[in-house]
């Protein structure tokens, strides 16, 4: 079992910036997939990138080249770093371990 904290959601302005960061309360090194999800009010949970232990990421299409996911495994952390945000990122992100663990979610906000 692993016990997921996310932090670093906040207000920012359209084309800003925001760093997440999930911490695992065990080492996420035997972890195979972590992940961030979002849920936008009204919709539903989606997939918005994911970092395998081999070392591959993907991502949505809607992120791709502005969102970057990291895992420090010394940390047992997850970063999702957020740039040129957009009012359509305006969400609650969700860390989740081999999509069996969830974190509580934070909230992101993109508006000016």
């Known amino acids: 079992q692993v016990h997921l904290v996310e932090s670093g959601g906040a207000l920012v302005q359209p084309g800003g910036s925001l760093r997440l960061s999930c911490a695992a309360s065990?080492?996420?090194?035997?972890?195979?997939?972590m992940a961030w999800y979002r849920q936008a009010p009204g919709k539903e949970r989606e997939l918005v990138a994911i970092s395998n232990n081999g070392g591959s990421t993907n991502y949505a299409d809607s992120v791709k080249g502005r969102f970057t996911i990291s895992r420090d495994n010394a940390k047992n952390t997850v970063y999702l770093q957020m740039n040129s945000l957009q009012p359509e990122d305006t969400a609650v992100y969700y860390c989740?371990?081999?999509?069996?663990?969830w974190g509580q979610g934070t909230q992101v906000t993109v508006s000016s």
């Open positions: 989740t371990a081999d999509f069996m663990y």
């Open positions: 065990r080492s996420i090194f035997t972890i195979n997939a």
